[in-house]
């Protein structure tokens, strides 16, 4: 499995999404700055991040940038995981974003992905310029000293480089077939 450095081109993908809309990476070229969220359902990591997901969409979508998630595991061992749980999920939720569904598990294996939740950030030519967790504590919101993603989307907004442009990923592993 590759996993992308920093710098490195976002791999293609073409995925539906639950929207019933078939997402590819170039329908977002009019995105400043793009974020992928590797996700899933089940994973208490995700669930403790979710509401700051659809906030940080929430407070930077002005600003020309666009999250997307993908969950990519193994729907027979987690149905939790499943395409209609996630469509479920994200109306639960009220999720303000792209919900897409990797079931070959191609796109996570692309991007060298390994947990959930794991963020790479790409720039307006689409380069990685931010790697790993969204902030230094998934499961207290009050507690965070970090804010990792947003700080690495403020740079970007400002044309300038993360000044931490990569973090260790804290999340469940994506569970393979």
């Known amino acids: 499995m590759n996993k992308l450095k920093l710098g490195d081109k976002a791999?293609?993908?073409?995925l539906p999404g639950v929207d019933g809309q078939t997402h590819i990476?170039?329908?977002y070229a009019d995105k400043n700055t793009l974020v992928i969220i590797f996700s899933c359902n089940h994973c208490p990591y995700v669930q403790a991040w979710e509401d700051r997901i659809i906030n940080i969409q929430s407070n930077y979508a002005s600003?020309?940038?666009q999250l997307i998630a993908i969950s990519a595991n193994d729907t027979t061992e987690y149905p939790a995981d499943s395409f209609s749980e996630m469509i479920k999920r994200s109306g639960e939720k009220g999720?303000?974003?792209?919900?897409?569904?990797d079931e070959s598990q191609n796109v996570a294996k692309a991007y060298g992905a390994e947990r959930t939740p794991e963020v790479f950030v790409f720039d307006n030519t689409r380069k990685?310029?931010?790697h790993g967790t969204i902030d230094d504590?998934?499961?207290d919101p009050a507690s965070?000293?970090?804010?990792y993603l947003r700080d690495a989307l403020?740079?970007?907004i400002s044309n300038a480089t993360p000044s931490v442009p990569e973090t260790p990923p804290i999340g469940c592993t994506i569970k393979w077939k």
């Open 144 to 147: 965070v000293k970090e804010q």
């Open 63 to 65: 600003h020309s940038v």
């Open 137 to 139: 504590n998934y499961e």
């Open 154 to 156: 403020d740079a970007m």
């Open 25 to 27: 990476l170039h329908n």
């Open 128 to 130: 990685l310029a931010y």
């Open 11 to 14: 791999p293609d993908f073409t």
């Open 95 to 101: 999720f303000n974003f792209p919900y897409l569904y």
